[in-house]
């Protein structure tokens, strides 16, 4: 899992990629902010993109 801060927001989310990964089946998958919904990434996969956000007011 990776820590990423949205260009946009400046707030910080987690992303991950789950899912099997094979060759041939290749997606554009957004990483798409949680709080604004700006697209800061895109990446090449055949996996699914799961996002969390990261909550500090617990
Ligand atoms: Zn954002």
Redesign the pocket.
Known sequence: MDKIK?K????EFYYDLQGTVYPGGKFDEDIE?P????INETVMTSQFVIIKKIDNDL
């Open positions: 949205c946009k927001c400046q707030k902010c709080y604004c919904g700006e």
